[in-house]
Protein backbone atom coordinates (compact mmCIF):
# COMPACT_ATOMS: atom_id res chain seq x y z
CA UNK A 1 0.00 0.00 0.00
CA UNK A 2 1.66 3.15 -1.10
CA UNK A 3 2.40 5.85 1.86
CA UNK A 4 1.75 9.22 1.09
CA UNK A 5 3.45 12.02 2.60
CA UNK A 6 2.13 15.41 3.62
CA UNK A 7 3.75 18.21 1.81
CA UNK A 8 4.41 20.69 4.29
CA UNK A 9 3.82 24.23 3.49
CA UNK A 10 7.12 25.98 3.66
CA UNK A 11 7.40 29.88 3.10
CA UNK A 12 9.59 31.99 0.36
CA UNK A 13 12.23 34.13 1.96
CA UNK A 14 10.19 37.12 0.40
CA UNK A 15 7.24 35.91 2.41
CA UNK A 16 8.88 35.51 5.65
CA UNK A 17 10.79 38.95 5.52
CA UNK A 18 7.14 40.41 4.76
CA UNK A 19 5.38 38.68 8.14
CA UNK A 20 8.20 38.94 10.31
CA UNK A 21 8.15 43.04 9.61
CA UNK A 22 3.90 42.87 10.12
CA UNK A 23 4.61 40.98 13.20
CA UNK A 24 7.03 43.42 14.56
CA UNK A 25 5.16 46.45 13.72
CA UNK A 26 1.70 44.63 15.43
CA UNK A 27 3.45 43.94 18.36
CA UNK A 28 5.15 47.66 18.79
CA UNK A 29 1.79 48.97 17.97
CA UNK A 30 0.90 47.16 21.02
CA UNK A 31 3.12 48.17 23.39
CA UNK A 32 2.90 51.49 22.37
CA UNK A 33 -0.62 51.82 22.78
CA UNK A 34 -0.10 51.26 26.65
CA UNK A 35 -0.23 53.95 29.22
CA UNK A 36 3.04 52.63 30.30
CA UNK A 37 4.80 53.87 27.29
CA UNK A 38 3.18 57.62 27.10
CA UNK A 39 4.61 60.30 29.68
CA UNK A 40 0.69 61.32 30.38
CA UNK A 41 -0.14 57.93 31.16
CA UNK A 42 -3.19 57.82 28.99
CA UNK A 43 -3.91 55.30 26.12
CA UNK A 44 -1.92 56.54 22.71
CA UNK A 45 -4.81 56.31 20.14
CA UNK A 46 -4.09 53.27 17.61
CA UNK A 47 -3.44 54.67 14.99
CA UNK A 48 -1.07 56.92 15.97
CA UNK A 49 1.01 53.67 17.47
CA UNK A 50 0.98 51.77 14.20
CA UNK A 51 1.87 54.65 12.28
CA UNK A 52 5.26 55.60 14.82
CA UNK A 53 5.60 51.64 14.94
CA UNK A 54 5.77 51.10 11.53
CA UNK A 55 8.06 54.39 11.04
CA UNK A 56 10.53 53.10 13.61
CA UNK A 57 10.50 49.12 12.20
CA UNK A 58 10.81 50.17 8.81
CA UNK A 59 13.96 52.69 10.47
CA UNK A 60 12.26 55.35 8.77
CA UNK A 61 11.66 58.33 11.22
CA UNK A 62 8.50 60.42 10.07
CA UNK A 63 6.72 61.03 13.42
CA UNK A 64 3.26 62.14 14.47
CA UNK A 65 4.68 62.45 17.72
CA UNK A 66 8.10 64.44 19.43
CA UNK A 67 9.64 61.62 20.66
CA UNK A 68 10.99 62.93 23.76
CA UNK A 69 7.76 65.12 24.46
CA UNK A 70 5.04 62.15 23.45
CA UNK A 71 6.81 59.48 24.75
CA UNK A 72 8.11 58.11 28.37
CA UNK A 73 11.28 55.89 28.86
CA UNK A 74 9.55 52.97 28.15
CA UNK A 75 8.09 53.60 25.11
CA UNK A 76 11.25 55.23 23.97
CA UNK A 77 12.93 51.83 24.77
CA UNK A 78 10.31 50.10 22.65
CA UNK A 79 10.68 52.48 19.91
CA UNK A 80 14.72 51.68 20.02
CA UNK A 81 14.04 47.93 19.92
CA UNK A 82 11.86 48.07 16.95
CA UNK A 83 14.33 50.46 15.27
CA UNK A 84 17.65 47.66 16.18
CA UNK A 85 14.95 44.62 14.44
CA UNK A 86 14.09 46.60 11.70
CA UNK A 87 17.76 48.19 10.59
CA UNK A 88 19.38 44.91 11.04
CA UNK A 89 16.44 42.96 10.02
CA UNK A 90 14.34 40.25 11.28
CA UNK A 91 15.05 37.27 9.71
CA UNK A 92 18.44 37.93 10.52
CA UNK A 93 18.18 38.48 14.17
CA UNK A 94 16.00 35.07 14.41
CA UNK A 95 19.02 33.68 13.08
CA UNK A 96 21.65 35.14 15.50
CA UNK A 97 19.25 33.71 18.53
CA UNK A 98 19.31 30.23 16.57
CA UNK A 99 23.24 30.30 16.93
CA UNK A 100 23.56 31.31 20.16
CA UNK A 101 21.28 28.82 21.18
CA UNK A 102 23.51 26.23 19.58
CA UNK A 103 20.70 25.37 17.05
CA UNK A 104 22.14 24.06 13.41
CA UNK A 105 21.34 26.22 10.25
CA UNK A 106 19.91 24.84 7.74
CA UNK A 107 20.21 25.67 4.00
CA UNK A 108 16.73 27.56 3.89
CA UNK A 109 17.43 29.51 6.97
CA UNK A 110 20.63 30.70 5.76
CA UNK A 111 18.35 30.93 2.64
CA UNK A 112 15.74 33.20 4.22
CA UNK A 113 18.12 35.59 6.17
CA UNK A 114 20.13 35.86 3.13
CA UNK A 115 16.98 37.14 1.29
CA UNK A 116 16.45 39.32 4.49
CA UNK A 117 20.10 40.89 3.72
CA UNK A 118 19.84 41.11 -0.23
CA UNK A 119 22.77 38.89 -0.47
CA UNK A 120 23.01 35.84 -3.29
CA UNK A 121 25.60 33.65 -1.77
CA UNK A 122 25.69 32.10 1.48
CA UNK A 123 29.24 31.67 1.95
CA UNK A 124 30.39 31.55 5.27
CA UNK A 125 26.79 30.32 6.42
CA UNK A 126 26.60 31.23 10.36
CA UNK A 127 29.93 33.37 10.30
CA UNK A 128 28.30 36.23 8.42
CA UNK A 129 25.02 37.08 10.85
CA UNK A 130 27.48 36.34 13.83
CA UNK A 131 29.57 38.96 12.30
CA UNK A 132 26.64 41.33 11.61
CA UNK A 133 25.61 41.19 14.98
CA UNK A 134 28.70 41.53 16.48
CA UNK A 135 29.78 44.44 14.84
CA UNK A 136 26.69 45.85 14.54
CA UNK A 137 26.88 46.24 18.15
CA UNK A 138 30.36 47.46 18.62
CA UNK A 139 29.64 50.43 16.01
CA UNK A 140 26.89 51.48 17.99
CA UNK A 141 28.71 51.35 21.46
CA UNK A 142 30.78 53.51 20.14
CA UNK A 143 28.70 55.68 18.73
CA UNK A 144 26.52 55.76 22.19
CA UNK A 145 29.86 56.58 24.07
CA UNK A 146 30.37 59.26 21.93
CA UNK A 147 27.41 60.83 22.06
CA UNK A 148 26.91 59.76 26.02
CA UNK A 149 30.16 61.93 26.39
CA UNK A 150 29.06 64.61 24.88
CA UNK A 151 25.87 64.74 26.21
CA UNK A 152 25.84 63.72 29.82
CA UNK A 153 27.31 67.55 30.65
CA UNK A 154 23.75 69.42 29.88
CA UNK A 155 21.42 66.47 30.48
CA UNK A 156 23.12 64.45 33.37
CA UNK A 157 22.36 60.96 32.86
CA UNK A 158 19.84 60.72 30.72
CA UNK A 159 22.30 62.24 28.06
CA UNK A 160 23.26 58.39 28.33
CA UNK A 161 20.44 57.09 27.33
CA UNK A 162 20.17 59.56 24.95
CA UNK A 163 23.29 58.58 22.99
CA UNK A 164 22.39 55.02 22.97
CA UNK A 165 18.70 55.73 22.02
CA UNK A 166 20.58 58.28 18.90
CA UNK A 167 23.86 55.97 18.25
CA UNK A 168 21.11 53.22 17.59
CA UNK A 169 18.57 55.20 16.02
CA UNK A 170 22.13 56.61 13.09
CA UNK A 171 23.31 53.61 12.55
CA UNK A 172 20.08 51.69 11.50
CA UNK A 173 19.72 55.22 9.53
CA UNK A 174 16.19 55.64 11.79
CA UNK A 175 16.46 59.32 12.09
CA UNK A 176 14.33 59.38 15.65
CA UNK A 177 16.31 61.88 18.32
CA UNK A 178 15.21 62.27 21.73
CA UNK A 179 16.64 66.40 20.95
CA UNK A 180 12.70 67.52 21.87
CA UNK A 181 13.81 69.24 25.26
CA UNK A 182 15.23 71.77 22.78
CA UNK A 183 11.93 72.38 20.86
CA UNK A 184 9.25 70.03 20.01
CA UNK A 185 9.83 68.23 16.44
CA UNK A 186 13.42 70.15 15.68
CA UNK A 187 15.83 67.28 15.65
CA UNK A 188 19.22 68.12 15.68
CA UNK A 189 18.70 72.02 14.89
CA UNK A 190 20.24 72.79 18.66
CA UNK A 191 23.39 70.73 17.33
CA UNK A 192 23.70 72.34 14.29
CA UNK A 193 26.93 73.86 15.81
CA UNK A 194 28.49 70.51 17.38
CA UNK A 195 30.71 68.99 15.51
CA UNK A 196 31.30 65.81 17.67
CA UNK A 197 27.61 65.22 17.32
CA UNK A 198 27.22 65.41 13.59
CA UNK A 199 30.19 63.84 12.89
CA UNK A 200 29.93 60.55 14.69
CA UNK A 201 25.95 60.82 13.77
CA UNK A 202 27.49 60.64 10.02
CA UNK A 203 30.16 58.13 10.84
CA UNK A 204 27.23 56.07 12.19
CA UNK A 205 25.05 56.52 9.40
CA UNK A 206 27.91 56.17 6.31
CA UNK A 207 28.92 52.75 7.98
CA UNK A 208 25.03 51.29 8.48
CA UNK A 209 24.35 52.49 4.44
CA UNK A 210 27.42 50.91 3.24
CA UNK A 211 25.95 47.38 4.01
CA UNK A 212 26.58 44.23 5.77
CA UNK A 213 28.40 42.69 2.26
CA UNK A 214 30.72 45.70 2.33
CA UNK A 215 31.25 45.14 5.69
CA UNK A 216 32.28 40.96 5.00
CA UNK A 217 33.90 42.34 1.90
CA UNK A 218 36.55 44.21 4.11
CA UNK A 219 36.83 41.72 6.84
CA UNK A 220 38.21 38.89 4.19
CA UNK A 221 40.24 41.04 2.76
CA UNK A 222 43.37 39.35 3.88
CA UNK A 223 42.01 36.04 2.48
CA UNK A 224 40.60 37.40 -0.91
CA UNK A 225 43.09 40.17 -1.73
CA UNK A 226 41.07 42.57 -3.60
CA UNK A 227 37.35 44.08 -3.17
CA UNK A 228 34.67 42.51 -4.84
CA UNK A 229 32.89 44.27 -7.86
CA UNK A 230 29.79 45.44 -5.29
CA UNK A 231 31.78 47.17 -2.95
CA UNK A 232 33.84 49.22 -5.36
CA UNK A 233 30.89 50.48 -6.98
CA UNK A 234 29.02 50.79 -3.01
CA UNK A 235 31.84 52.92 -1.99
CA UNK A 236 32.07 55.36 -5.24
CA UNK A 237 28.82 55.79 -5.36
CA UNK A 238 28.52 56.65 -1.48
CA UNK A 239 31.93 59.41 -2.13
CA UNK A 240 30.26 60.85 -5.28
CA UNK A 241 27.27 61.00 -3.67
CA UNK A 242 28.42 62.29 -0.50
CA UNK A 243 30.74 65.08 -2.02
CA UNK A 244 28.30 66.36 -4.62
CA UNK A 245 24.93 66.19 -1.87
CA UNK A 246 27.52 68.34 0.61
CA UNK A 247 28.73 71.12 -2.42
CA UNK A 248 24.51 71.01 -3.48
CA UNK A 249 23.79 71.90 0.10
CA UNK A 250 26.84 74.89 0.32
CA UNK A 251 25.22 76.38 -2.77
CA UNK A 252 21.77 76.09 -2.59
CA UNK A 253 21.42 77.03 0.84
CA UNK A 254 24.53 79.39 1.72
CA UNK A 255 22.91 82.52 1.64
CA UNK A 256 19.16 81.21 3.27
CA UNK A 257 18.73 82.92 6.61
CA UNK A 258 16.16 80.36 7.47
CA UNK A 259 18.66 77.71 7.58
CA UNK A 260 22.25 77.91 7.17
CA UNK A 261 22.52 81.85 5.67
CA UNK A 262 23.80 83.04 9.23
CA UNK A 263 26.77 80.66 9.51
CA UNK A 264 29.94 81.00 9.52
CA UNK A 265 31.67 78.75 6.54
CA UNK A 266 33.11 75.69 8.72
CA UNK A 267 29.65 75.38 9.91
CA UNK A 268 27.88 75.81 6.62
CA UNK A 269 30.26 72.87 5.67
CA UNK A 270 29.25 70.85 8.58
CA UNK A 271 25.87 71.01 7.95
CA UNK A 272 25.61 70.85 4.36
CA UNK A 273 27.68 67.34 4.35
CA UNK A 274 25.57 66.27 7.71
CA UNK A 275 22.25 67.05 5.47
CA UNK A 276 24.07 65.31 2.78
CA UNK A 277 24.61 62.08 4.68
CA UNK A 278 21.43 61.96 6.33
CA UNK A 279 19.20 62.64 3.29
CA UNK A 280 19.64 59.85 1.48
CA UNK A 281 18.19 57.36 4.23
CA UNK A 282 18.84 58.73 8.09
CA UNK A 283 16.42 61.37 8.23
CA UNK A 284 18.22 64.02 11.00
CA UNK A 285 17.63 67.22 10.33
CA UNK A 286 19.76 70.04 11.27
CA UNK A 287 18.90 72.67 9.29
CA UNK A 288 15.47 72.45 9.09
CA UNK A 289 14.03 70.86 6.10
CA UNK A 290 11.07 72.45 5.67
CA UNK A 291 12.65 75.93 5.81
CA UNK A 292 14.68 74.76 3.09
CA UNK A 293 13.68 76.36 -1.06
CA UNK A 294 12.15 74.29 -2.96
CA UNK A 295 15.02 73.77 -5.23
CA UNK A 296 17.07 72.29 -2.23
CA UNK A 297 14.19 69.94 -1.60
CA UNK A 298 14.16 69.32 -5.29
CA UNK A 299 17.45 67.57 -4.38
CA UNK A 300 16.71 66.31 -1.53
CA UNK A 301 14.23 63.75 -2.94
CA UNK A 302 16.98 62.86 -5.78
CA UNK A 303 18.96 62.10 -3.04
CA UNK A 304 16.47 60.19 -0.59
CA UNK A 305 15.01 58.11 -3.88
CA UNK A 306 18.78 56.71 -4.68
CA UNK A 307 19.20 55.92 -0.65
CA UNK A 308 22.00 53.53 0.86
CA UNK A 309 23.45 50.41 -0.40
CA UNK A 310 22.15 46.77 -0.66
CA UNK A 311 22.01 44.51 2.76
CA UNK A 312 22.38 47.94 4.75
CA UNK A 313 20.23 49.52 7.15
CA UNK A 314 19.12 51.98 4.97
CA UNK A 315 16.22 52.28 1.84
CA UNK A 316 15.82 54.02 -1.24
CA UNK A 317 16.21 52.17 -4.61
CA UNK A 318 19.97 51.69 -3.91
CA UNK A 319 23.44 53.48 -5.21
CA UNK A 320 24.20 50.00 -7.13
CA UNK A 321 20.47 50.31 -9.01
CA UNK A 322 21.14 54.14 -9.82
CA UNK A 323 24.69 53.10 -11.10
CA UNK A 324 23.71 50.11 -13.39
CA UNK A 325 21.19 52.16 -14.62
CA UNK A 326 23.86 55.02 -15.88
CA UNK A 327 26.27 52.36 -17.42
CA UNK A 328 22.99 50.97 -19.03
CA UNK A 329 22.53 54.34 -20.94
CA UNK A 330 26.45 54.61 -21.23
CA UNK A 331 26.89 51.31 -22.82
CA UNK A 332 24.17 51.71 -25.23
CA UNK A 333 25.14 55.59 -26.42
CA UNK A 334 28.65 53.61 -27.26
CA UNK A 335 27.13 51.17 -28.90
CA UNK A 336 27.66 48.22 -26.84
CA UNK A 337 25.73 45.09 -27.15
CA UNK A 338 26.49 44.04 -23.01
CA UNK A 339 26.48 46.50 -19.98
CA UNK A 340 30.33 47.01 -18.79
CA UNK A 341 31.16 47.95 -15.24
CA UNK A 342 34.74 48.41 -14.11
CA UNK A 343 35.60 45.62 -16.44
CA UNK A 344 33.03 43.07 -15.79
CA UNK A 345 29.87 42.69 -17.36
CA UNK A 346 26.62 42.57 -16.09
CA UNK A 347 23.99 39.66 -16.51
CA UNK A 348 20.97 40.18 -18.25
CA UNK A 349 19.23 39.16 -15.12
CA UNK A 350 20.55 42.18 -13.36
CA UNK A 351 19.69 44.71 -16.01
CA UNK A 352 15.76 43.10 -15.79
CA UNK A 353 16.13 43.78 -11.74
CA UNK A 354 17.32 47.46 -12.14
CA UNK A 355 14.51 47.84 -14.37
CA UNK A 356 12.02 46.93 -12.44
CA UNK A 357 12.36 48.58 -9.28
CA UNK A 358 12.75 51.63 -10.77
CA UNK A 359 9.49 51.32 -12.36
CA UNK A 360 7.79 49.96 -9.35
CA UNK A 361 9.59 52.71 -6.62
CA UNK A 362 8.51 55.20 -8.83
CA UNK A 363 4.77 53.58 -8.99
CA UNK A 364 4.97 53.94 -5.07
CA UNK A 365 6.07 56.97 -5.21
CA UNK A 366 3.62 58.03 -6.89
CA UNK A 367 0.26 57.08 -5.70
CA UNK A 368 1.86 58.21 -2.40
CA UNK A 369 2.23 61.26 -3.60
CA UNK A 370 -1.32 61.66 -5.33
CA UNK A 371 -2.76 60.66 -2.09
CA UNK A 372 -1.48 62.89 -0.08
CA UNK A 373 -1.51 66.17 -2.37
CA UNK A 374 -5.14 65.52 -2.60
CA UNK A 375 -5.83 64.64 1.31
CA UNK A 376 -4.55 68.08 2.15
CA UNK A 377 -6.49 70.63 3.79
CA UNK A 378 -7.75 72.99 1.73
CA UNK A 379 -5.33 76.60 2.20
CA UNK A 380 -2.40 74.76 3.24
CA UNK A 381 0.69 76.00 3.03
CA UNK A 382 2.42 71.93 1.69
CA UNK A 383 2.43 72.00 -2.19
CA UNK A 384 3.01 69.76 -4.55
CA UNK A 385 6.59 69.96 -4.13
CA UNK A 386 6.44 69.28 -0.25
CA UNK A 387 3.67 66.35 -0.82
CA UNK A 388 6.18 64.96 -3.10
CA UNK A 389 9.31 65.18 -0.72
CA UNK A 390 7.31 63.46 1.78
CA UNK A 391 5.77 60.71 -0.36
CA UNK A 392 9.69 59.89 -1.42
CA UNK A 393 10.77 60.55 2.04
CA UNK A 394 8.61 57.75 3.23
CA UNK A 395 9.52 55.32 0.16
CA UNK A 396 13.17 55.52 0.44
CA UNK A 397 12.84 55.37 4.66
CA UNK A 398 15.02 58.81 5.08
CA UNK A 399 11.98 60.20 7.54
CA UNK A 400 12.85 63.95 6.55
CA UNK A 401 9.46 66.19 6.04
CA UNK A 402 8.58 68.94 4.11
CA UNK A 403 5.56 69.37 6.47
CA UNK A 404 3.29 67.36 4.69
CA UNK A 405 2.95 64.64 7.01
CA UNK A 406 1.97 66.62 10.07
CA UNK A 407 -0.68 68.28 7.54
CA UNK A 408 -2.28 65.36 5.75
CA UNK A 409 -5.59 63.36 6.56
CA UNK A 410 -5.91 60.04 7.59
CA UNK A 411 -5.96 58.68 3.87
CA UNK A 412 -3.20 60.30 3.53
CA UNK A 413 -1.06 58.86 6.84
CA UNK A 414 -2.76 55.43 6.08
CA UNK A 415 -0.79 55.71 2.21
CA UNK A 416 2.34 56.53 4.12
CA UNK A 417 2.16 53.80 6.53
CA UNK A 418 1.94 51.18 3.25
CA UNK A 419 4.70 53.96 1.87
CA UNK A 420 7.38 52.92 4.16
CA UNK A 421 6.61 49.37 4.37
CA UNK A 422 7.15 48.65 0.63
CA UNK A 423 10.41 51.13 1.07
CA UNK A 424 11.51 48.97 3.92
CA UNK A 425 10.76 45.50 2.47
CA UNK A 426 11.61 46.62 -0.87
CA UNK A 427 8.40 46.69 -3.95
CA UNK A 428 10.12 43.38 -5.74
CA UNK A 429 10.23 41.19 -1.83
CA UNK A 430 6.69 42.34 -1.69
CA UNK A 431 5.37 41.27 -4.84
CA UNK A 432 7.18 37.81 -4.49
CA UNK A 433 5.43 37.33 -0.88
CA UNK A 434 2.00 37.76 -2.70
CA UNK A 435 2.83 35.53 -5.42
CA UNK A 436 1.49 31.73 -5.06
CA UNK A 437 2.49 30.07 -7.71
CA UNK A 438 6.06 30.53 -9.35
CA UNK A 439 6.17 27.47 -11.54
CA UNK A 440 9.33 28.09 -13.93
CA UNK A 441 8.52 28.16 -17.81
CA UNK A 442 10.30 25.37 -19.34
CA UNK A 443 10.80 23.54 -22.90
CA UNK A 444 8.87 26.68 -23.78
CA UNK A 445 9.55 28.03 -27.13
CA UNK A 446 8.11 31.56 -28.07
CA UNK A 447 8.82 33.61 -31.54
CA UNK A 448 10.97 36.52 -31.82
CA UNK A 449 9.63 40.16 -31.85
CA UNK A 450 10.57 43.37 -32.65
CA UNK A 451 9.07 46.57 -31.72
CA UNK A 452 10.07 50.56 -32.00
CA UNK A 453 11.57 52.24 -29.38
CA UNK A 454 12.06 55.98 -29.10
Known sequence: MPVFKKQSKRFSPSRILVLGFLAIIAAGTLLLCLPISSKSREFTPVFD?????????????LSIYDTWTHWSLFGQIVIALMIQVGGLGFVTIITFFNVAAGKKLGYRTLKNAAGDLSESSFEGGKRIF???????????GIGAAVLAAVLIPGHGIYGAWMGIFMSISAFCNAGFDLMGMEGAGTSLIACQGNPVVLITLSLLIIVGGLGFIVWENFLNIRIRKKLTLHTQVVLIMTGILVVSGTVFYMIAEGGNP???????????????FFSSVSARTAGFDSIGMSDTSEFSQLGTIILMFVGAAPGSTGGGIKVTTLMVMIMTVVSYIRNKNDVELLGHKLDKLTIYRTLV???????AVGVCFVALYFSMPVNTEAGAVQCLFDAVSAFSTA?????????????????????????RVGPVSLIMSLVLNSQ?????????GQILIG
Do not use: Q
Open 49 to 61: CLFTATSASCVTG
Open 130 to 140: IRIMKYSFIFE
Open 258 to 272: KTMGEMSFGEKLLNS
Open 357 to 363: ISVLSLF
Open 399 to 423: GLSAGATALTGIAGKILLIFTMFIG
Open 440 to 448: KRKNIVVPD
